[in-house]
């Protein structure tokens, strides 16, 4: 929800808040591109059983690999920049960081793991390990970049759905909408309160109701 977190950083919301938020909505999609992937390879001559255990078996092997390449390809961008010093030319600094961006999502992607998965493992790590050996310019550029980057591409695909809507014949009916608006309330409700009450008695900065709630 890129626009949901610009709207946070607009109005300054607490920053526990905002990275739930981040967290939950990149994992939710990395995860349910996994599993869709691993659903979508399921053989109909196998037993249920046998295909539950081997769309589980495939799920972790894909989340496993796709966040190593990930990792691999942060790690190698961090010791290139820490000992290359390509902070005296920001250019190819800034671009040494994009291509070893989105590297892992291409590598993975291309060897039928995650991509998606590939590239926020990368971003997690290169976060804590590759940013700080940046030069000044650079992080301010890259952090700007990456952060209009994919407001500009959502804005695109929500302007391209927009104008799409009326080239095709629509049946519109209300239960469905209705029962679809309800039924996913209902999965926020039973996904989030009772996970945050699980998670809370881990945490020292505890997830109160209010955030619960605007996370619903």
Request: glycine letters at 6%; hydrophobic letters at 55%; a neutral charge.
């Amino acid at each position: 929800p890129v626009a949901t977190l610009a709207i946070f950083q607009s109005i300054d919301v607490h920053p526990t808040l905002y990275m739930l938020v981040f967290g939950e909505s990149v994992l939710n999609d990395a995860v349910s591109i996994v599993m869709c992937d691993s659903v979508i390879n399921f053989d109909d001559s196998t037993s249920t059983a046998w295909a539950i255990t081997l769309g589980v078996g495939s799920f972790f092997v894909k989340f496993t690999v796709s966040s190593l390449v990930g990792v691999i390809f942060a790690l190698a961008l961090a010791i290139i920049l820490k000992y290359v010093h390509l902070n005296k030319v920001p250019s190819l600094e800034f671009c040494t960081v994009g291509l070893f961006a989105y590297g892992p999502y291409f590598l993975a992607d291309g060897l039928n793991y995650s991509g998606i998965m590939a590239i926020l493992a990368s971003g997690i790590v290169m976060s804590h390990y590759a940013h700080f050996n940046l030069s000044p310019v650079t992080q301010i550029t890259v952090q700007q970049t990456f952060r209009h980057s994919p407001f500009l591409a959502e804005s695109m695909v929500f302007a391209y759905l927009g104008m799409a809507i009326f080239s095709f014949s629509h049946s519109f009916k209300p239960a469905f909408v209705i029962w679809t608006l309800i039924l996913c309330l209902v999965g926020r409700a039973i996904n989030i309160f009772p996970i945050s009450v699980i998670v809370n008695k881990f945490r020292e900065h505890q997830i109160d109701f209010k955030k619960q709630f605007v996370m619903w």
